[in-house]
C-alpha cells in the first residue's frame, strides 16, 4: 500500500469514528455493514478453501453471539476456535495446504462447501423427489429404504458419470453470471438510486438520534444507549 493509499485509509477510519461517535444512527448502521460484511468473508473462506481466513472470520463473529445473548454459540463456537488453533501439526497441515477441510463436488471456482451440507445433500438424493415422509412411520418400509436408498443413488451417479459425454464441459457459470441475472441486478441498482435521487438519500441526514430510514420515526432512548 503506498502513502497516498495509507494515508486516505487513515482519514476515512477517523472520520468512520468520529460520525460513530456523533450519530447513533450512523453507529447503527456502520455495525450493520461490519458484521454483514464479516459473514460474507465466512462464507467466502468456506468457497475457497481458505482455513485461516475461516477461523479469522469465525473469532471476530463471536461478540455478536453474546450481544444477541445466543449462548450456545456464544459458548461453543468460542470453544470450536480455540479447538481450530490447537490442530496439530499434521492435522493443521491437511487442512491449510491440502484443503481438506471442505468438500469441492464439481470443478467450478468458488464452490466447496462444508461437509455437513455436502451430507445433507447427500440425504436429499437419497430420498428422492417424495422424501421420506411416511415412511419412518412404516418401521418394515424404513428399514428397506436405509440400505436400499443410498445405493440406489449410488448407481444413479454413476451410471450418469458413465454416460456423460467427454466432450462435455466439466464447469459451469454460477447462475448469477447469466446475462439476464445481470440486466435484472442492474435494473434494481438504477431503481434504488432513482429512489435516493427522489425521496433523498436517508444517510445524509443527521440526527443526534437514532432514526428509522424510511419512517423518520426515532428509537427509543433507552435503545439508543444499549
Not at 463473529?61 to 490442530?87: C, E, G, Q
Not at 447427500?122 to 421420506?132: R, W
Not at 449410488?154 to 464441459?169: A, K, P, S
Request: hydrophobic residues 35%; glycine residues 4%; contains cysteine.
Amino acid at each position: 500500500m503506498s502513502t497516498e493509499e495509507e494515508e486516505g485509509a487513515s482519514s476515512f477510519l477517523t472520520w468512520k469514528t468520529e460520525m460513530s461517535e456523533k450519530s447513533p444512527t450512523f453507529l447503527y448502521w456502520s455495525l450493520i455493514e461490519h458484521f454483514e460484511t464479516l459473514i460474507l468473508i465466512f462464507v467466502r473462506a468456506h468457497r475457497e478453501k481458505n482455513f485461516k481466513l475461516y477461523v479469522e472470520a469465525l473469532e471476530e463473529l463471536i461478540p455478536l453471539f453474546f450481544a444477541m445473548d445466543h449462548a450456545n454459540y456464544a459458548r461453543w463456537t468460542s470453544i470450536h476456535v480455540r479447538d481450530m488453533k490447537s490442530l496439530p501439526s499434521t492435522t493443521m497441515n491437511e487442512f491449510i495446504h491440502h484443503k481438506h477441510w471442505v468438500l469441492s463436488k464439481t470443478d467450478n471456482k468458488f464452490s466447496s462447501i462444508p461437509f455437513d451440507q455436502a451430507h445433507e445433500q447427500e440425504n436429499k438424493l437419497a430420498k428422492g423427489s417424495g422424501g421420506v415422509i411416511g415412511i419412518t412411520q412404516n418401521p418394515s418400509a424404513l428399514k428397506r429404504w436405509m440400505p436400499s436408498g443410498p445405493e440406489i443413488s449410488r448407481l444413479i451417479d454413476q451410471f450418469e458419470d458413465t454416460c456423460m459425454d467427454e466432450n462435455e464441459e466439466r464447469q459451469h457459470p454460477h447462475h448469477e453470471q447469466n446475462l439476464q441475472t445481470q440486466k435484472t441486478f442492474q435494473v434494481q441498482v438504477n431503481k434504488l438510486l432513482n429512489t435516493f435521487e427522489e425521496m433523498g438519500n436517508p444517510f445524509l441526514d443527521d440526527f443526534a438520534e437514532l432514526v428509522s430510514l424510511d419512517s423518520r420515526t426515532c428509537v427509543d432512548m433507552s435503545v439508543d444507549k444499549l
